[in-house]
């Protein structure tokens, strides 16, 4: 008799154990899935933002494209996932007759938090950046961005996501003199400016 109900008490427990077990391995891969569901992604984007060379101007927007390999695994928990991107930048500006091109590197970790969504998952991102400016009037010049911002990664398959986002960034360079024959000896003093970095694009996993 005593048999039969520890065994009935086994039987009931058992799909509940396995229902429990589902929910919470479910509940992380997904969130994976979301940052990409291999170690490493390849993510390519078309990117925009601005520049400002002088005090008094204005800001010149541009476009161009961020290649970045993304490490997908940093570190996991019951709150999401944290990943980081590492990755170049390449912006070309133009104002009248005057071009500039913004080149770089950068570092971008990103946090996705667990959502109970199948394929939509929120993040947000953080963003440091060294910089370089060359144009067709002065010199080139080093500088240093950084800000914080957030986005939306769609799931496609396994394999594939589609990104975007944006960010707010902190931005200077150092100063610029003239080298062109209109402006020779005229001198750009960059300010530190707060400007944007909007994106999007494709995610490709590698690895298994």
Not at 85 to 91: C, K, L, M, N
Not at 176 to 205: C, F
Request: a positive charge; glycine letters at 14%; charged letters at 10%.
């Amino acid at each position: 008799m005593h048999i039969s109900r520890a065994r009935h008490s086994l039987a009931s427990i058992r799909p509940l154990t396995a229902l429990v077990g589902a929910l919470a391995l479910g509940t992380v891969p997904m969130t994976v899935q979301a940052q990409g569901a291999q170690p490493f992604g390849l993510q390519i984007s078309l990117l925009s933002t601005s520049i400002q060379i002088d005090a008094g101007g204005s800001a010149s927007g541009g476009f161009g494209i961020e290649p970045q390999l993304r490490f997908n695994r940093l570190l996991r928990s019951e709150k999401g996932v944290l990943s980081l991107g590492v990755g170049g930048q390449w912006t070309s500006h133009t104002s009248g007759n005057d071009e500039i091109t913004i080149t770089g590197g950068f570092v971008e970790p990103r946090f996705v938090p667990v959502l109970p969504y199948e394929r939509v998952f929120p993040y947000l991102s953080g963003r440091v950046a060294v910089l370089n400016q060359s144009s067709n009037f002065g010199s080139s010049s080093s500088g240093i961005a950084y800000g914080a911002g957030g986005g939306i990664a769609y799931v496609l398959n396994a394999r594939v996501n589609v990104d975007a986002g944006v960010a707010l960034v902190r931005q200077q360079f150092g100063d610029i003199n003239g080298t062109r024959a209109d402006v020779a000896g005229r001198v750009w003093r960059s300010p530190t400016m707060t400007t944007y970095a909007a994106k999007v694009g494709v995610s490709i996993g590698l690895g298994q």
